[in-house]
C-alpha cells in the first residue's frame, strides 16, 4: 500500500486549509494512521495519529487546532488545519503501520506555507 498526501498550498495566518492522503488500499488494514510535518533544517515532527477505531492523539504544537480524521469507504486519512500559524509551515506527510511493525516507506509530501 502507498500513500499519497495533497491539498496543501499558501494561505494567511488564522486561515484553514484540509490535507487529504490517500492510500492505494484499504486504509483499515493499518493500526495507526499518523501525520508529520518536515521543516527545513528540521527533523520530521509527528503531529498526530489517528488508529483503526477512531482514537486520535496530537502534539502539543498543534492540539486544539488541528483535527484527524477518516473515511474507511474512501482509503483516505484527512488533516483539518485550523487557526494556521507562520511556524506551520512546512511539508506535510502521511504515514501508517500496524502495531509493532514498521512505517511504510515516505510517500512526497504537499507543501504548506502560512504567511503573516
Given amino acids: 500500500v502507498q500513500l499519497q498526501a495533497s491539498g496543501g498550498g499558501s494561505v494567511q495566518a488564522g486561515g484553514s486549509l ?5 492510500a492505494s488500499g484499504s486504509v483499515s488494514s493499518f493500526d495507526v494512521m499518523s501525520w508529520y510535518r518536515q521543516i527545513p533544517g528540521k527533523a520530521r515532527e509527528l503531529l498526530g495519529d489517528i488508529t483503526s477505531g477512531g482514537m486520535t ?3 502539543s504544537s498543534v492540539k486544539g487546532r488541528f483535527i484527524i480524521y477518516k473515511d474507511n469507504a474512501l482509503n483516505t486519512m484527512y488533516l483539518q ?5 507562520p ?11 500496524k502495531i509493532g ?9 504537499t507543501q504548506v506555507t502560512v504567511s503573516s
Avoid: F, H, I
Fill in 18 to 22: 484540509r490535507l487529504s492522503c490517500k
Fill in 57 to 59: 492523539d496530537y502534539s
Fill in 81 to 85: 488545519m485550523n487557526r494556521l500559524k
Fill in 87 to 97: 511556524e506551520d509551515t512546512g511539508v506535510y506527510y502521511c504515514n501508517a503501520r
Fill in 101 to 109: 511493525g514498521p512505517l511504510l516507506s515516505w510517500g512526497q509530501g
